[in-house]
């Protein structure tokens, strides 16, 4: 069965430097999402990706961070200068079409630990 | 007002015994409905879609009452696997993400 990827698994890195977490999405999927997970709280929508551009993002979503697909397989979050607060497992998750009528597969994550 | 809420249990149930929880939600604009499972400290994985006239999986069966603004899930004969947390989900439709509760513990006992 087609999977979500995402490299690292685990990314320490100290404040103030720049981190880029990579995924790979299904192939035929068209709509892109990172979301994060503070731990022992919800999962939250930070940005979609659609035909090259983001197509919503939350208002967590700001200049520090922007996404990118490089090339037809990689999407990437980056973060610029990461902060304590950042410290959370980031999900990526693909899908066909639009959130409602079609499955977000949810890659395994990345847990990333800002010291 | 939290656009997902979910009683966070947790649920201690024995092998076999029927549990059952809800989740409301606030935007009644809100057209699907899922819920998630998330073990511990992996990726949510998609449990079930939840529609207007309820469904059934298996063991599972979920209900949803756009009146009143919420979705239930039930598990019949709960097993040990199904320890899980258990995430409501709603997306509006034409929006590109899903909004999340902040789930429902359950843990089956042998």
């Known amino acids: 069965e087609p999977e979500v990827t995402q490299t690292p698994s685990h990314q320490v890195t100290q404040m103030g430097q720049e981190v880029i977490l990579r995924c790979v999405p299904i192939?035929?999927?068209?709509?892109f999402y990172w979301y994060r997970q503070i731990l022992g709280q919800k999962v939250e929508f930070l940005v979609s990706f659609y035909n090259n551009e983001i197509s919503e993002k939350s208002e967590i979503f700001d200049d520090q961070f922007s996404v990118e697909r490089p090339d037809g397989s990689n999407f990437t979050l980056k973060i610029r200068s990461t902060k304590l607060e950042d410290s959370a497992m980031y999900f990526c998750?693909?899908?066909?079409?639009?959130?409602?009528?079609?499955?977000?597969?949810f890659g395994p994550g990345t847990r990333l630990t800002v010291t | 007002r939290k656009e997902v809420e979910q009683d966070p249990g947790p649920f201690n149930v024995p092998e076999g015994a029927t549990v059952a929880f809800n989740c409301t939600y606030s935007?009644?604009?809100?057209?699907?409905f899922f819920w998630y499972r998330q073990d511990c400290r992996k990726e949510p994985k998609l449990l079930m879609s939840?529609?207007?006239s309820g469904n059934e999986d298996g063991r599972f069966t979920a209900q949803l009452n756009r009146a009143s603004q919420y979705i239930s899930l039930l598990i019949r004969d709960s097993k040990l696997s199904d320890s899980a947390t258990y995430l409501c989900v709603v997306n509006i439709e034409s929006d590109y993400k899903l909004s999340f509760g902040a789930g429902t513990t359950v843990t089956v006992r042998a």
């Open positions: 935007n009644s604009a809100s057209q699907s």
């Open positions: 998750a693909s899908s066909e079409g639009l959130a409602g009528g079609y499955e977000q597969y």
């Open positions: 939840v529609y207007s």
């Open positions: 192939s035929n999927h068209l709509y």
